[in-house]
Every structure is written in structure tokens, then in C-alpha cells.
């Protein structure tokens, strides 16, 4: 079936030092790919999206690369605010309708 | 424009009971999913409605139930709580906009704690 891998957290981090979390994926075909954002008390935020191979999703800073070869979609950030602490879930849509399969979440932490 | 609304935001609960969890789409938008959040994993799907049909259900038993009003606003149902369905509630609406993929809004969530 279709499932998504993230690496675990906490991920503590000093302001502006770069960011990297890691998903893989595991489904049938060419799913479309998101990362979206957990505040604290507030819902999901879309924070990105790829929908084929060698995509580049980008948005407020992060980026996400679609990697077929690697099944992969990890998200990156040049310089980290204390703003951008929050949860970060990597997901997956493959099926028809709009069903999302999602990772476990980090979470992320930056000190100022 | 008013975000997706849930109610109640949070919510306690006996085991054996039941309970009633509220959504109220942005407006223009016509699908509604459910999705359960257990504490420390990413959101599970339950449910989606279109145009109040049933359009997709995940791995949940019977003891879950959703409907659909002709405002597209949504209620999720469940019966015979059990102390493992304490979690995060969150609703997503959508526009449908009749393609493969509409991007989902979510709302805040009703946390549902079960004693």
C-alpha cells in the first residue's frame, strides 16, 4: 500500500542554520507529493507540492525536490527562523478523490 | 473569507458514549474529508463527502459515520467511544473543481479526549 517515511524529531536548530528533513515514499504509479505545516493549535497549512518527477516545489523559503529514483521528497531551508518551529508532514495523494496519506511529522524547534 | 470551522474545539468524552463533531466548509466548497490525528502521528483519513454522497472511507470501523447537509457542512459520528479514539479531529474542505486533486483546507480541529 501506499505509506510515507519521515525522519524522526525533534529537530533542534539555531537561527539561519539550514534545514533538512527527510521523506521517502512507497506507492504504486506517481503519486503527487506535499509538505504541509502544523502551528501550534492550528490546522494544516499546504506549505508545498510537487505532482511529477524532478518537480520543484517551493514556497516562504523551503524547497522539495520530487526524486523518482530515490522515492524521496525531502524539505530544505536555507536559513531557519524562530517563526518556522512547528510540524512538518510530508505527504502523499495517489488514489482517486482526496485522500492523503500522510508521514508520522517532525517536529521542529529553532532557538534564537 | 471564513476559514474551515469546527466544533467543538475540544471535547471529553466517557467510553461507551457518543459524539457528534461539526464542520462548516469555506464557502463555495463541496467536498468535505475527515481526518483522525492521534497524538505524535500524522493525520488518518476517515471519510470524504461530495455533494453529500460518500466519495471515499478509509480503515475505520463501522462505529464511524459522517454525513453531509446540502449546505456542504459536515457531521462526523461516533458510537461506543473507545478510550483509543482520543485525538485531534481535523476537517478539510474543498472545491472540487471536478479534477483528480483539489488542494484541501484544513481547520482547526476538535480535540476529543476519551476517559
Known amino acids: 500500500g501506499n505509506s510515507v517515511t519521515q525522519m524522526e524529531g525533534p529537530v533542534t536548530l539555531s537561527e539561519e542554520a539550514f534545514l533538512t528533513i527527510n521523506c521517502t515514499y512507497t506507492?504504486?504509479?506517481?503519486?503527487?507529493l506535499f509538505w504541509y505545516v502544523q502551528y501550534p493549535g492550528e490546522g494544516l497549512q499546504l506549505l508545498l507540492k510537487?505532482?511529477?518527477?524532478?518537480d520543484k516545489g517551493s514556497n516562504k523559503g523551503f524547497e522539495a525536490t520530487y526524486r523518482k529514483e530515490t522515492t524521496s521528497f525531502h524539505l530544505e531551508k536555507g536559513s531557519v527562523q524562530v517563526s518556522d518551529s512547528a510540524v512538518y508532514f510530508c505527504?502523499?495523494?495517489?488514489?482517486?478523490?482526496?485522500?492523503?496519506?500522510f508521514g508520522a511529522g517532525t517536529i521542529l524547534r529553532v532557538k534564537s | 473569507d471564513a476559514g474551515v470551522t469546527q466544533s467543538p474545539t475540544h471535547l471529553i468524552k466517557t467510553r461507551g458514549q457518543h459524539v457528534t463533531l461539526r464542520c462548516s466548509p469555506i464557502?463555495?466548497?463541496?467536498?468535505v474529508s475527515w481526518y483522525q490525528q492521534v497524538l505524535g502521528q500524522g493525520p488518518q483519513f476517515i471519510f470524504q463527502?461530495?455533494?453529500?454522497?460518500?466519495?471515499g472511507r478509509g480503515n475505520f470501523p463501522d462505529r464511524f459515520s459522517a454525513r453531509q447537509f446540502p449546505n456542504y457542512s459536515s457531521e462526523l459520528n461516533v458510537n461506543a467511544l473507545l478510550l483509543g479514539d482520543s485525538a485531534l479531529y481535523l476537517c478539510?474542505?474543498?472545491?472540487?473543481?471536478?479534477?483528480?486533486?483539489?488542494?484541501?483546507?484544513f481547520g482547526p480541529g476538535t480535540r476529543l479526549t476519551v476517559t
Open positions: 478539510a474542505s474543498s472545491p472540487d473543481r471536478g479534477g483528480d486533486w483539489d488542494e484541501q483546507y
Open positions: 506507492a504504486t504509479g506517481y503519486p503527487s
Open positions: 510537487a505532482t511529477k518527477a524532478d
Open positions: 505527504a502523499l495523494h495517489r488514489e482517486y478523490g482526496n485522500k492523503l496519506v
Open positions: 464557502s463555495g466548497h463541496k467536498s
Open positions: 463527502y461530495y455533494e453529500k454522497e460518500e466519495r
